[in-house]
């Protein structure tokens, strides 16, 4: 046994393959191959040729759909429970890929030939009640399946104590708002003034609770974690890193297991109470004085539309959220780039948010032509200035492939010039 100050658990988000059991058993007597995503040996002999169902609509799904249609699959369905990924791309290389939107696996049937799907939401309800939803469409003949259902990290190495620590809280604990507590100043303050948080306001909890900042063990801070849950997880990881740092090194003094707590139960309450539009989905006082005085607040705003209005702010700072904990983190890391603060977003972080609309708007502005001449998103380019992905961290312009991507192999290694 060896003892150390302190021990950084990296052993990955994605450490093993997650497939859920319930999906393992809807397929238990599929006629053809079945693999998880990551077991990608025998890909080409598995799609070559076949019929290939992607269970899932993430990044996985659309990579082994583009690399299927490289290596000459029949034809390729893609099952998504809810739109994501595979749903942004409006046309797939040669027509070659169809997207199954809301609906999930159910059943097998035909000695293993027929596969059923069900609506996604009407599955959940009918579950919950323990009965079978019914098959909303079948797919036949399908030659392999390929569950694109994710990874769960690999904490195997760990006590169950510190598992536990690690593992998400779902759905998290519900939490009183405190006595005395006020709003911190906000576009509508002026208008409302300060308004008394209804009695029966819950808000969310910490989606760790066994963590501080996601990455230190509350119990036992010794134990720290390289995880961080954010759609772009290397950009994520790296600001982790710095953070850690700073702690291991002495920069940043570890709180108490008493402060920590706290710290993180107030950013939980700052999530659903500091925002205007997140407020009035929890506090029934504030959704009322925002309801009432809607004209003063916004006269160019008509009272008919004002429901609407609420929704696509509330939309909007809902989709900053990511990048406010990680402009937060990055402050706290004395992370070389800055986006800002939690509450102050900043030009860089505005030029995130660009890039990262860009990625979806290379795949929904695909087109026919496109699609009849075997382009990807990766593909994708207009010559517009606005249009093109530039790095936040140096300006640089992304440089385009100088070939179609199907047409680059394991052998394409010419270096490209800016």
Sequence with gaps: TERYDRCVWAAGMNGRPAIPPALRDVFRDFAGTVRHSSDAKRFDEDVRGKRVLLVGGSYSAEDLALAAIKCDAARIFVSARRANVVTWTAAWPYGKVEVLQDVVPVRVTEGGRCIGFADTEEREEREDRGEDPPVQTELRDIDTVLFCTGYAPGLDMLSEELRRAATVCA?????????????????????????????????????????????????????MFMKFEFENPLFGIDVNAHLLVRYIVGSEIIPSAEEMVEREQDAALSLSMDNPWTRCMVDGNYFAAVDENWQKLFPDIPEEEKYEAMDLFQSDYEQ???????????????????FGSFQDLNETAAAYRKFDALTHNHRARLTDAD???????????????????RSVFTGALAVPLEKRWLDVDANYSTIIEP
């Design 171 to 223: 759905p998290p604990e519900e939490l009183p708002v405190p006595p005395g507590w006020k709003m911190p100043p906000n576009a509508l303050s002026e208008g409302l003034g300060e308004i008394e948080p209804d009695g029966e306001t819950r808000v969310a909890g910490p989606l760790h609770p066994g963590l501080y900042r996601g990455a230190i063990s509350i119990q036992n801070p010794h134990m």
């Design 320 to 338: 900053s959220l990511e990048i406010r904990v990680l402009a937060q983190r990055m402050q706290e890391a004395d992370y070389p780039l800055s």
């Design 371 to 389: 699609m009849d001449n075997g382009r990807t998103f990766r593909d994708y380019r207009t010559g517009d200035e606005e249009d093109k992905l």
